[in-house]
């Protein structure tokens, strides 16, 4: 029997008091919650682990490799050798676009690639062969190193499953690393199914690559992708498995909600996107899922004009945001530029702050970051605060982030 009105204003309330939910409660009040009361607990505990303080990163987006041994039916990124767009940068074509990126303001070089395409391109493995490497992961490392040093900007990795000698070795030139978990949904590996072609979307390895960087503690993004498939709960589940994840190590330090959009050129075509009402419902369980401390991220660009009812849901960031480059991800939606983004939040009375790669709870914290890759952040800091710049994340409370007791 469904609970009562009552019932759920109760659940609501304990919810709102304790910062913290069980997966029986979760998925009561994620089937029979009225969508604004939801909204209001999920903008209460945003507003006490955050404030008014809503952030984003300026960053260049570096796409070190469209080539990728997998095929995610909503993927519009990867190529196969010979396609257009089938591309692997060159060292000099990294360096060049991170140097656009400095001249622009970014501070952090999102290097997002496909997964582990030398396992099956022989182009790939020549490719990488004439640069002086085996796998696609060390590359990307070197170029981390490169870019680091090179131009003083963060790298945050985003190369799909990685294992601990490959997380170890981004861990001494990147600011924090990422891997969408996405989903726990095994059952999206079946014939016909988003992620029947696609090796390294098994849940397991995704989840044993975010455990691994919690050892190493390396600060690390995750988060999930609605709408491919999976059913509600199975999104709650994917978020339980962050927050165990976050409780063992303490090194989540954000989660991403993105929604998928259909795209001409995909399998996925004719599948239905996730409404905006959905991606609420999905944020607000998000928040009381992983309480008032966790970091919660939505792409503004893939709301488009609605994107600022995404802060009724309790995000307290906006990611990323290029001034240089599209999003290679999702080429068709650009990024809002900044001061739209500044207009949108602060009319709804949050101050907007730029924040690096790193969010400040995880730079006040020794043992998660490179000693090399400090000493960068820290000058980025420096020049921020010695230009004057109130909004920047200089400017933001250092807070240790708090890690909720467990309630399965
Ligand atoms: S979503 Fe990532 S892993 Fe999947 S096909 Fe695209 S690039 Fe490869």
Known sequence: ???SDLQI???LKAALESGSIKPSVAQQLAASAPLPELLATATALRARGKG???SFSRKVFIPLTTLCRDYCSYCTFRKDPGQPGAHFMTPEEVLALAERGRAAGCKEALFSLGDQPERIFPEAREFLRRQGYRRTLDYLAAMCEMVLDKTGMLPHANPGVMDAPALARL???NASVGLM???VSVRLMREGLAHTKAPDKVPSLRLRTIEEAGKLRIPFTTGILIGIGETFDERLDSLFAIRAMHQKFGHIQEVIIQNFRAKPEIPMAHHPEPSVDDMLRTIAMA???????MNVQAPPNLSYDEFPRLLEAGINDWGGISPVTKDFINPEAAWPHIENLRRET?????VLRERLAIYPEFLAREEFLAPRVRTRAQELLTRQSSAGNANSYAAQPVRKIKVQAASR
């Not at 602060?346 to 949050?350: D, G, L, V, Y």
């Open 52 to 54: 008014t303080v809503v």
């Open 1 to 3: 029997m469904p609970p």
């Open 171 to 173: 861990r001494e030139s």
């Open 181 to 183: 978990l996405e989903t």
């Open 9 to 11: 204003a109760d659940l």
């Open 346 to 350: 602060e009319a709804r009375s949050f």
């Open 287 to 293: 928040r009381l899922i992983l309480g008032p401390e």
